[in-house]
Nanobody
């Protein structure tokens, strides 16, 4: 089992920046990629960005050029740097650690991001 603890959410004005952190503990060896998802009220949870163990990244089109996902393997921590935030970026951001077979994926508790216009 992998435990994930997110931090860094908060209230920011449109155009501002936030950096989210996701600290992993437990069965770190089982992780093959980490990612950030978000969920706004009334919407489904959507994938925002992922990063594999070899550093390959992927982003949803709406955040490309504004968000950057990274990992510090020594600290078992993933980050999401969010710049030029828009009101539509608001929601609860969840960290996900995808496990290689036969290990399950794990989720953090979520951190709230609010963007005022």
């Amino acid at each position: 089992q992998v435990q994930l603890v997110e931090s860094g959410g908060g209230l920011v004005q449109a155009g501002g920046s936030l950096r989210l952190s996701c600290a992993a503990s437990g069965s770190i060896f089982s992780i093959i990629s980490m990612g950030w998802h978000r969920q706004a009220p009334g919407n489904q949870r959507e994938l925002v960005a992922t990063i594999t163990n070899d550093g390959s990244t992927n982003y949803v089109d709406s955040v490309k050029g504004r968000f950057t996902i990274s990992r510090d393997n020594a600290k078992n921590t993933a980050y999401l740097q969010m710049n030029s935030l828009k009101p539509e970026d608001a929601g609860v951001y969840y960290c996900n650690a995808r496990g290689g077979w036969p290990y399950p994926s794990n989720w953090g508790q979520g951190t709230q991001v609010t963007v005022s216009s």
